[in-house]
């Protein structure tokens, strides 16, 4: 079992030391072009997924993984072409529609990536997605155009090196510190030295030629809201996809006791309710306002994140469709704010500093998504019970956690999302009524949709 946990904390590093690479491509995209960048990246998660499924040894497999990570990239610079590339009026939809694939992703990959591992082992978990990214290469190589807005300079290779150091101890302080514990020298050394990197970053940022991160762009009110937002949204939804792991695979009564496979299935509607949502809310955001959708998903995210604290604890084994009901409802919210909040993002910032803005955005929402879980294995560390499986050996025991910490874990997600609520209220309104207010390079000026 620590030889399994040490893997996988092996495989979470490979892949976060390439999180400042997403931003340093958004950059070079906002250089360059972002269609080349766009290319180069998923240039590299082709070659990446391909190797992975060849990879002799573990130490083979982190170097593959650390290129597929480069392949990150692709999402930010795929949203700076969105605005880039269609009428304003168009960009929420299809933003919706990107959302929308990732619920298409989610509804094909979960039971279908448990059921090629389990009977086929994890190679074929990559030798099968293999043939996928090459053709997605095919087709951006031959129907993407090229950005048309270029802002050529030289690379803050400075800014880039203290945005490593700021970030990359960060994230293995985070995913190490519900192990070694969060007092312990090695953690606070690796967050030592990232408060005093980030200090240095900003201090370098604000007086670079050309900056890897313009503070003064991201820094202003609505792309900062956005970020805190969708950080924070990727802390609440990792935490809850923790303890949903533990309820739907534990034994009764502690969870529902389903496989692998299963909870990829269970999880299937809560994607396919986004598959048809997204779309809709792209639909209705020029309408409505970006500002009341984001606040309607936060909202409904909260509430069923607090009826889960409630009841959760009494749902195993009876109240199965319940359980599933409720995580549909809330990643139904989440995607609402979601979709919102990409939207509001990219109608806020000038469109030749469109590249690093959402790869900043990304940055934030994988610092989310790290905190989550490793704030969610303390709380479940710190409130449980010990079992004795049956046939075990006498003196083997696991941790099972209590009701408590289930309470606590969905508890402080609602919490969460009931903050970003009160956030959202403060985003500077981009569009309604028809009307896209959209921020280009000479200043702000009204996009009749």
């Not at 700021?166 to 030295?193: D, I």
Request: charged share 10%; glycine share 10%.
């Amino acid at each position: 079992m620590e030889a399994t946990k040490n893997m996988e904390y092996d495989l979470a590093y490979a892949k976060r030391a390439m999180l400042v690479v997403v931003l340093l491509f958004g950059k070079l995209g906002d250089m360059y072009g972002k269609k080349k960048m766009f290319l180069i990246a998923l240039g590299f998660y082709t070659t990446g997924v391909i190797l992975n499924g060849f990879a002799p040894s573990f130490q083979w497999l982190l170097v593959t993984r650390a290129v597929q990570g480069f392949g990150m990239a692709i999402f930010p610079l795929a949203f700076s072409l969105v605005r880039e590339e269609f009428p304003p009026k168009m960009v929420p939809q299809v933003q919706g529609m990107i959302s929308a694939m990732f619920g298409v992703g989610m509804v094909i990959a979960l039971p279908l990536g448990a059921w090629v591992t389990q009977n086929w082992g994890w190679r074929w978990t990559y030798h099968s997605a293999a043939p996928f990214a090459v053709l997605m290469f095919f087709l951006a190589w031959k129907v993407l155009r090229e950005s048309r807005y270029i802002n050529p300079g030289k690379v803050d290779w400075v800014g880039t090196v203290l945005l490593a150091f700021a970030v990359v101890p960060m994230l293995v302080g985070v995913t190490r510190a519900p192990e070694v514990g969060w007092t312990a020298r090695e953690t606070l050394v690796l967050f030592s030295v990232t408060v005093v990197s980030a200090l240095l970053f900003v201090l370098w940022e604000k007086g670079a030629e050309n900056p890897l991160v313009p503070i003064g762009i991201i820094s202003t009110r609505n792309p900062a809201i956005v970020n805190v937002g969708i950080m924070f949204a990727a802390f609440g939804i990792s935490m809850m996809s923790q303890a949903n792991t533990y309820i739907f695979q534990m034994m009764p009564p502690y969870g529902f006791g389903k496989t692998i496979l299963q909870s990829g299935l269970l999880m299937t509607p809560m994607a396919l309710v986004m598959l048809i949502v997204a779309p809709i809310a792209g639909k209705l955001l020029p309408k409505v306002g970006a500002k009341p959708v984001a606040l309607t998903g936060a909202l409904t995210a909260s509430v069923g994140l607090g009826i889960l604290a409630k009841y959760a604890p009494q749902l195993p084994p009876d109240h199965l469709w319940a359980f599933v009901g409720l995580i549909t409802l809330v990643g139904t919210g989440i995607n609402l704010m979601n979709i919102s909040l990409i939207n509001v993002l990219v109608f806020s910032v000038p469109p030749r500093a469109m590249g690093v803005a959402t790869g900043a955005n990304s940055l934030f929402r994988n610092f989310g998504s790290t905190w989550g879980p490793a704030i969610a294995s303390t709380i479940m560390s710190t409130y449980y019970i010990l079992f004795h499986p049956p046939g075990a050996p006498p003196g083997v025991q696991i941790k099972i956690p209590t009701t408590k910490a289930y309470e606590v874990l969905f508890g402080t997600s609602a919490v969460v999302f009931l903050l970003l609520a009160l956030l959202i209220l403060a985003i500077r309104e981009v569009m309604k009524g028809g009307r896209i207010h959209g921020v280009e390079n000479e200043g702000e000026k009204d996009v009749l949709a």
